[in-house]
């Protein structure tokens, strides 16, 4: 089963770049066995979207174009699609009330112009679209079947998921693909790579690559087989020796972030968390309150970007900042406990720390960053200078402080 | 002009994130003014690369194919052309000469397969390679003119600046592209398309795109000229009526995010910012202190993700919270003057909201937010339903709270 890819949107095509989608479908097809053959980035013109769509159509088995189902003037895969099939288009009346309920639960005003989003390729069927007003709709055109569905990766991925994916699998009786990502904070790629080479050149059917970036490695295999239990057998033996060579450091293989291991953690273990922030200004308390139920363990962040407010609002004394600077090992564990102590909390984790790109100088550098906790009976704290711009100091002193509560919490030696 | 670029190779459809090419041909393009309306990464397959130079020549007048020139049995372009095209392929004596040539000067021994590289299609002109052993060659096909390219990037883009560039300069009249991004925050996109639109379609000669995300809404323009100064005229005027049309809305011209034209303004301004935040959880905290400098105006952020928090932090009364809930507009305005006055600045933003998918009910359902803004002498309150899930809550919800900010700033009237 082979499919062609359609990225719809003259913005698309003036920056390929942010075509995200074809590469979010084609590893889905990969992982069901459906084969991309051609990905095509196209502005917005009905005449040539029409002209790409015939010409998938004489090749594909399937055919899923994103894009271009909005309500404006410039959405033009709908009519695109009737004029490849020389189908008319028809306002489905159900779905004009169902898009115009949409806006009315909202208490919103719905524009004239969004029924057109309620228009279907004759003999179509629609695809709801939970997250958004544009439904999708899919279409079998002689011996091919082809997919719309809306542009915005919050709105594409869910209907690929529940919509599209299902029926492909069916289809697809192919070998199949299963891929696991290890995942290792506060690494070096070099060093991982050093430990975990040998083990993967002895797989030699499994393709590996390493990504590395904030802090972080990730390990990447896929592995083909004629079930993907026998594919996931292959690799459950490459991940167990890779674990057992760097031992506690993986800590993810279900694709999880970081601060979701952390948070599943403190949810388990009934703990509750509070931070100071200062050099990532909130960027953890944010990481881990993206995590839906993070109230059950979430308390409180304290962002402290001045020294005024380590002082009123965490009782760092105004002498310690004075002595030893508010860059400081002293400053980051005075702030974990008074985030502790006020905030009543199990943890608290506190970071400090010189993001740049002012504010450095030869004793303390520009990404200089102590990262401390405290927790019952104890503290810890860890001085690291981070490489690179503001933006990559701060992400990777939450990876940093992100991996102390991990290893607090699993009892492994800090990083 | 029009061009359709082509990039071919397996490898690039298995990861398209690989293909460099398209971005590099498309902008060099621009910069001379020809359009790129479309963009195909194809498989290594003969028979669908020549049914797509056939549908791309129906449409362009530029086709320009990179890859699959090399020597192996997977390296099918050439053939892929004569198949389209109709004609037939032949080794050129003095291409076979000069690629021999080559692996002799440089004392290597040049297997027999190379000599494929030098096939070209009937009437087509070869293109020298100065980089490696691969020549491109160019077409006429009735009115469209068509390059086939090495995929090497080191190869590629020196012979698309020597041969390839130089030829469509004069074709396309030596035409400039300038453009300009207009953004707009808490907007829909149908309700700034209709005031929008009117304006744009008496510029047809500007190719408009509208893009919409998180409660922002952005208007791409692009405008080609003789020159660089007549291209921004246009796009000055045309921007100058979007403006009157939509009287403060337009936040930035210049690529600025949302929260660094905030930074800006409070910097210019001297003015200082607190911010207490529920369930955005510290991402607004994390946006601000993002832009370099922000300890110039923010001082410090409260996360308050539990009613104790917002009692003990910043003095909500309980009976408040008992009686109308965390989620309501008393306790926003509550949380705003407490921060206030406890972190003592000038302006003090607090966000309470449902961020789900937990916490909804039938008066307040998932995705009512509030947000409020203190400031000297007097306060302001949104209500405001977000669609989507937890990540566009958030996202939406931050983006009011910095629009409300960007008009207390501005005088501007309340979004």
């Not at 279409?139 to 492909?168: H, I, K, T, Y």
């Not at 693909?177 to 993967?200: D, H, M, N």
């Amino acid at each position: 089963v082979n499919a062609i890819l359609l990225s719809i949107g003259t913005e698309i095509v003036a920056v390929p770049r942010r075509d995200t989608n074809s590469q979010h479908i084609m590893e889905a097809l990969a992982a069901i066995g459906v084969e991309v053959s051609g990905i095509k980035l196209l502005a917005d013109d009905a005449e040539l979207i029409a002209a790409e769509l015939r010409a998938a159509q004489l090749h594909a088995d399937v055919i899923i174009a994103t894009g271009g189902l909005g309500p404006t003037s410039d959405d033009l895969t709908r009519q695109a699609l009737a004029l490849a099939t020389g189908r008319s288009l028809n306002r489905a009346a159900e779905l004009v009330r169902e898009i115009r309920g949409r806006f009315e639960r909202l208490g919103r005003f719905m524009p004239a112009i969004n029924d057109v989003q309620a228009d279907l390729v004759d003999g179509a069927i629609p695809i709801s679209n939970p997250n958004g007003t544009a439904p999708g709709q899919w279409l079998l055109w002689d011996r091919c079947v082809v997919f719309l569905l809306p542009g915005p990766p919050p709105e594409m991925r869910p209907m690929l998921e529940a919509s599209v994916l299902p029926q492909l699998r069916e289809r697809s009786g192919r070998r199949v693909q299963r891929t696991r990502v290890l995942k290792i904070a506060f690494a070096g790629e070099s060093a991982i790579e050093a430990v975990a080479a040998p083990i993967y050149q002895r797989h030699p059917g499994v393709r590996t690559t390493i990504l590395a970036g904030a802090g972080q490695v990730e390990l990447h295999f896929a592995a083909w087989a004629e079930s993907a239990a026998a594919a996931d057998e292959t690799l459950n033996g490459l991940a167990r020796q890779v674990r057992a060579a760097l031992p506690g450091r993986v800590y993810a293989e279900d694709g999880a972030a970081l601060h979701e291991v952390v948070a599943r953690l403190l949810a388990a273990q009934g703990l509750t968390l509070s931070l100071a922030e200062s050099c990532t200004g909130g960027l953890i308390s944010a990481s881990l309150t993206e995590v839906p139920g993070a109230s059950r363990f979430f308390r409180v962040g304290y962002v402290c970007y001045s020294n005024d407010a380590k002082t009123d609002l965490l009782g760092v004394r105004p002498e310690l900042i004075e002595r030893l600077g508010a860059v400081s090992a002293e400053v980051a564990l005075a702030m974990a406990h008074g985030a502790r102590a006020r905030a009543k909390t199990d943890l608290a984790l506190a970071v400090t720390g010189i993001a740049g790109p002012e504010g450095g100088s030869p004793e303390k550098p520009t990404g200089l960053v102590f990262v401390a906790i405290a927790y019952p009976g104890g503290d810890f704290v860890r001085r690291f200078v981070c490489l690179g711009n503001r933006a990559r100091v701060r992400a990777q002193t939450e990876t940093l402080a992100l991996e102390i509560a991990r290893c607090h919490l699993l009892g492994l030696p800090w990083p």
